[in-house]
């Protein structure tokens, strides 16, 4: 069964570093998320593309965080510099479309930042 | 901002016992959809309610959407350890054009055997 590929599955860093995670979507599916998930919580939405076009970001904090899916096909999301409060598990997802479709979620990046 | 909140946060309970984890939403919602996440695992999407009204089955999980397309349930008969896990429920708003899933905090379900 496809599957939505992440890397790297862990990630230490220490405050003020820059960090960046990849994102490989099933193939077809044109919609990308971002979530991040602190331990305890449910995942929140940073970032949604519709193939290479973002159609949310209002949770980005876009004074340090940036995403970019180029080609419409795997996506890149970075934090610089990096705070304490950015530890988190941060969680990609994709589906066939953005109109109700269920997700399919990758196995995460967990991020430590000392 | 549209929320969507999930009790309990934790259910412990004896295998074989019953569980029931309920979801509210603040606005209506087009649909709802419900996850599992098993612990150091990520989410894996169980099923999507539509309907107003609407009652779906798997096996022992039941799943509910409320007649006003405010609240949901999930029911699980007779738990197993296999159950462990934290269950998320995710609205979609209705109306709009983004389409924005907004998920529950989840409540953590834990089976003693």
């Known amino acids: 069964e496809a599957e939505v590929a992440q890397s790297p599955r862990y990630k230490i860093t220490e405050k003020s570093q820059a960090v960046a995670f990849w994102c490989d979507p099933i193939?077809?599916?044109?919609?990308l998320y971002w979530y991040r998930q602190i331990l305890g919580q449910g995942p929140e939405l940073l970032v949604q593309?519709?193939?290479?076009?973002?159609?949310?970001d209002s949770q980005l904090p876009k004074d340090r965080f940036s995403a970019e899916r180029l080609k419409g096909v795997d996506s890149t999301l970075k934090i610089q510099p990096a705070e304490l409060g950015d530890s988190a598990m941060y969680l990609c997802?994709?589906?066939?479309?953005?109109?109700?479709?269920?997700?399919?979620f990758g196995s995460g990046t967990q991020l430590s930042v000392l | 901002g549209q929320q969507v909140m999930q009790i309990p946060q934790y259910q412990h309970v004896q295998e074989g016992e019953d569980f029931t984890t309920y979801c509210n939403s603040s606005?209506?919602?087009?649909?709802i959809q419900w996850y599992k996440q098993r612990p150091g695992g990520h989410p894996v999407f169980l099923i999507q309610?539509?309907?107003?009204?609407e009652v779906k089955k798997q096996k022992r999980l039941t799943f509910q959407f409320g007649e006003a397309k405010k609240n949901s349930s999930l029911h699980i008969t007779a738990t197993q350890t296999t159950d462990v896990g934290t269950y998320f429920c995710?609205?979609?708003?209705?109306?709009?054009?983004?389409?924005?899933?907004?998920f529950g905090k989840g409540t953590l379900l834990t089976v003693n055997p």
């Open positions: 997802a994709s589906s066939r479309n953005r109109v109700s479709e269920k997700l399919f």
């Open positions: 193939s077809g599916h044109a919609t």
């Open positions: 593309f519709q193939d290479e076009s973002v159609v949310d």
């Open positions: 606005t209506t919602l087009s649909n």
């Open positions: 309610l539509v309907k107003s009204g």
């Open positions: 995710a609205g979609h708003l209705s109306g709009g054009s983004n389409y924005k899933l907004t």
